[in-house]
């Protein structure tokens, strides 16, 4: 009974636990193979997925980290933009919803019809999100409230401001660069007609002086100014696009060398104050956050965390940085979501090596990775109260062949063999088996029915076994699964066999003369 209620018990969890993540989650992700590539053109891609018949929706999604501010209070949040033109993804997601509607593209018209509160704090923003139950109970917000984000790559570029703040100029910080560029500009280039020629070799070690300080900065180990990284990329527009190639030279417009010259004059001459000023102008772009209204709360739990906000698709990319035709990941709805996995083959042989597709169930591996370990190590434990019933058994059964010793003499002297013998204990382990069986079968299933009933007499003691926080539930779930009874029902009865087959054993090999003595 106590196994039997345990396992459904469980079974429940585990089902809820799919239940809401197929809320919030794609059944299926395709993004780029390259770690770190966006996909342009996703519009194709989210209607050629379409066409595939184990599909049923396909939308885009951009991901990432965010600082989320509201009312003075701060913090890291994940978030989620999804296409809000795709209905797959967001009927999904209104189906796990507390209160408040799915209603996050900032052109809704249905966002101004959100009951007004009367505070400086419900200004309606520059859109909507949904945000998670455990957020809204961390902050204490509801629907309605403002919330501020901007992405956490801004503090970088803070960053890297101020510190370019404290150089001077690249052309004097980083002479080992420039001069030996300035060098070869000066001499490489000749006149020919209404062109300018320069060797091959020259150019390309002088491109390579300034294409690798320009890859240095961008990996954030120089620290120059934003105004002289602009005026670097230019130079390499000019040295990378000859008109042509002749016999071992580059071939170049007229003027080519003195627009190069003018460009290395701006970098030698620059104007540092103007170009912190530009900077920090820059700046401001960067750190201006999106203002978004709370238009839902869904529900999810610490056992089934999703992501903290969900935005539209147009300021999920703005807060990643993206141009508008560029997403992370297309998110596919199939049709059986619980054959994600075979799908996920299915598809990535279809998609080829270009593409990395991402089933629901591996991309959330470790959350039922410690859903299975526990329900393990809880059957494991559980089962040594079978085994303890079975011993028992054994002993009630060894007990009595000692009580029926002389009735068992008897029998023998009358000439019954040994497996006659045996077969009277066997029966009667037999029937305890079947019997216990029967009544935890049904003792289980009575449990099981008032399984709420439980619960709440236990709370009223003060103690609640199955906080809601926690689980993300208000009651507590439960799911028969006939074959978990079958298995148990059956291994209770063999259990009990095997209980009463050591004690029937040592009746019938004894020596009935002793037994007739009561010896």
């Not at 050629?48 to 913090?75: C, I």
């Not at 170049?252 to 010259?261: L, P, V, W």
């Not at 299933?445 to 009223?460: A, G, P, S």
Request: hydrophobic share 45%; proline share 3%; charged share 25%.
């Amino acid at each position: 009974m106590v196994l039997l209620v345990v396992l459904s018990v469980h079974a429940g969890f585990e089902q809820r636990l799919k239940e809401m993540m197929l809320g919030f989650s794609p059944h299926l992700t395709v993004s780029s193979a390259y770690q770190g590539e966006a996909i342009s053109r996703w519009e194709e891609m989210e209607k050629s997925l379409k066409e595939f018949p184990e599909v049923e929706g396909a939308s885009a999604l951009v991901e990432g980290f965010v600082l989320l501010d509201v009312r003075g209070w701060n913090s890291p949040v994940q978030f989620r933009g999804i296409n809000t033109a795709s209905d797959s993804q967001v009927e999904a997601l209104a189906q796990m919803l507390q209160e408040g509607a799915v209603e996050l593209d900032p052109q809704a018209e249905s966002l101004n019809e959100i009951e007004e509160k009367g505070t400086a704090d419900t200004a309606q923003g520059e859109g909507g999100a949904v945000i998670s139950q455990l957020l809204a109970n961390r902050l204490g917000l509801s629907v309605g409230d403002v919330v501020s984000l901007f992405h956490t790559s801004n503090l970088d570029q803070v960053m890297k401001a101020y510190r370019s703040q404290d150089k001077g100029r690249a052309y004097d910080e980083y002479p080992e660069r420039f001069q030996p560029f300035e060098k070869l500009i000066g001499s490489m280039f000749t006149r020919q007609g209404d062109q300018e020629i320069a060797p091959t070799e020259k150019v390309t070690e002088a491109y390579r002086l300034i294409q690798d300080f320009v890859i240095d900065n961008g990996e954030d180990t120089l620290g120059i100014r934003e105004v002289e990284f602009g005026l670097l990329e230019e130079l390499l527009e000019m040295l990378g696009e000859p008109e042509g190639q002749e016999a071992g030279n580059d071939i170049y417009a007229s003027g080519t060398q003195e627009m190069i010259s003018a460009k290395l004059t701006e970098l030698r001459e620059l104007d540092l104050e103007k170009a912190d000023l530009e900077g920090m102008k820059k700046m401001k772009d960067f750190v201006l956050p999106k203002e978004l209204k709370v238009t839902g709360i869904y529900q999810d739990a610490q056992r089934a965390r999703g992501p903290d906000v969900f935005v539209s698709l147009g300021i999920g990319q703005e807060l990643r940085g993206l141009d508008d035709a560029l997403v992370e990941s297309i998110g596919i709805i199939t049709s059986e979501p619980n054959s994600a996995d075979l799908t996920e083959i299915s598809l990535q042989k279809k998609l080829g090596d270009e593409w990395q597709v991402t089933s629901w169930m591996r991309r959330h591996s470790h959350q039922f990775q410690l859903v299975k370990t526990e329900k393990i190590m809880m059957s494991f434990s559980l089962s040594f109260i079978t085994l303890l019933s079975a011993f028992s058994i054994m002993a009630v059964m060894y007990t009595m062949t000692v009580q029926k010793r002389q009735e068992i003499g008897v029998m023998k002297a009358l000439g019954a063999s040994p497996w006659q013998i045996v077969k009277v204990f066997l029966y009667q382990g037999l029937i305890v088996g079947i019997g216990g069986a029967l009544l935890g079968v049904g003792l289980g299933r009575l449990v099981i029915h008032f399984r709420q009933n439980i619960v709440e007499l236990i709370r009223l003691f003060g103690v609640d076994p199955f906080p809601a926080d926690f689980h993300g539930i208000t009651e507590l779930p439960a799911r028969i699964i006939p074959g978990y009874f079958v298995i148990v029902a059956v291994v209770a009865v063999i259990l009990c066999l095997l209980a009463a087959l050591v004690p029937a054993l040592m009746a019938a090999f004894r020596d009935p003369a002793k037994s007739l003595r009561n010896l």
